[in-house]
């Protein structure tokens, strides 16, 4: 063999190290890093399912409406939610976690045009679609677990056994009628979020220490809702687009645009961008009610262009005014939950127990005003102020505390 050859090997297998790296094993999770890019990517193409279901949700504002957009805004998800934690577990910055988002995207881009029929015609391409998905998640899941020590491999192993049944199983639903597919999949979200739920808890010490919330995880959760929040204003933007832009109607998308601002403001305020306690009780508990707090913010981006539509009717539509203000109470009382989980600061113990009751008792009055249903620019004005009310008692607690 020449030293030229030798040579030429080597440099291969140096560049093949540099592009193409095993996945991290479990354990050596970073606690350390800068959220990329290729992340940024991956979580505007989760939105645009995100916004897609939203959309459809905007044109059919009944139970069943809901309950599809439910059950697939739960499947988006969890599919990001799988997506987000192998990275953060075993990705690194190479070709290999390149080629692993592209592989996602490439089947999120046609689950993403099947959205807007999922819940008819094209249901059963969305069963067949969203069963591959996380046929690659689950295959992505087994690369990552081949070399596992014997502490986590039992737990990987029963978390690829059960991402690949889900597979199996959305895939299996292709041949059920549209009602009994769409409860199917609502079942399998659920089936699917308490395993993982149990699965954490029930962990060995070890294999709970190899999921942290590092600030990375934080912030990508903390992102995702920025963006969704993002898609909330393009709703309104092109409710706005196709109207009149009278007085009236501009008035409300405006004050629509104040009650998403307020909901940005209550999450980051009181629960965003925060470190958690370091217990798999609270790691679950933060993860978990991410989703319907997500999925509340989504839902009032619907129910904002319903208001912007009826700018001018007597009383708000029952089926907007309700998902727009059960939006806020369920943004109120989520971000409590999630606070909950967060470390707390003596200080923050004295906060958050009034806190918490203050954002229940607005919650509440959320659901009276969209009871009541007023007419889209009072209920939009009402809610704002609502949201304002939890913000008022931390700047009225702050300023009496440093007068003191």
């Excluded at 993860?287 to 009032?300: R, S």
């Excluded at 007419?375 to 702050?398: D, E, I, K, M, N």
Aim: net charge positive; charged share 15%; proline share 6%.
């Amino acid at each position: 063999m020449s030293a030229g050859g030798a040579e030429r090997r080597d440099r291969r297998a140096r560049l093949r190290h540099l592009l193409w790296q095993p996945p991290r094993p479990h354990g050596e999770q970073p606690r350390e890093r800068v959220v990329g890019p290729l992340e940024l990517f991956y979580d505007l193409v989760m939105v645009v399912l995100v916004a897609q279901a939203a959309h459809h949700l905007a044109g059919q504002l009944t139970w069943r409406g809901l309950g599809e957009y439910a059950a697939v805004f739960a499947l988006v998800w969890i599919a990001w939610t799988n997506g987000t934690l192998h990275h953060e577990l075993h990705g690194r910055e190479d070709a290999r976690a390149r080629s692993t988002f592209l592989l996602q995207i490439l089947v999120l881009v046609p689950l993403g045009a099947l959205i807007p029929r999922a819940g008819g015609a094209r249901g059963a391409a969305f069963a067949v679609t969203a069963g591959l998905l996380f046929a690659v998640l689950a295959g992505l899941w087994a690369l990552a677990a081949r070399d596992d020590r014997p502490e986590y491999r039992r737990s990987s192993h029963l978390f690829v056994t059960g991402t690949a049944a889900f597979a199996i199983l959305l895939g299996a639903s292709a041949l059920l009628p549209a009602g009994p597919r769409l409860l199917s999949w609502g079942l399998l979200d659920a089936a699917y979020l308490v395993g993982y739920n149990a699965a954490l808890l029930a962990g060995t010490p070890a294999q709970q220490a190899a999921l942290t919330i590092t600030n990375a995880l934080i912030e990508r959760f903390g992102l995702l809702i920025i963006i969704v929040l993002g898609e909330t204003v393009t709703g309104i933007v092109d409710g706005l687009a196709h109207k009149p832009a009278d007085a009236r109607t501009l008035a409300v998308a405006l004050l629509t645009v104040l009650v998403g601002f307020g909901a940005w403001w209550t999450y980051f305020d009181y629960a965003g961008h925060r470190p958690l306690r370091p217990t798999p009780t609270a790691t679950a508990q933060w993860m978990l009610t991410h989703l319907p707090l997500t999925a509340a913010i989504a839902a009032m981006g619907a129910a904002m262009v319903s208001l912007v539509e009826h700018a001018h009717e007597p009383r708000t539509p029952a089926a907007a005014s309700w998902l727009l203000s059960a939006g806020c109470a369920t943004i109120l009382c989520t971000t409590m939950i999630i606070a909950g989980a967060l470390q707390p600061s003596p200080r923050d113990r004295t906060f958050y127990k009034p806190l918490a009751t203050i954002c229940a008792a607005t919650a509440a009055a959320c659901l009276g005003l969209g009871a009541a249903r007023p007419t889209p620019l009072l209920l939009s004005l009402g809610l704002t102020l609502l949201l304002g009310v939890p913000w008022g008692y931390a700047v009225a607690r702050r300023t009496n505390h440093e007068g003191v």
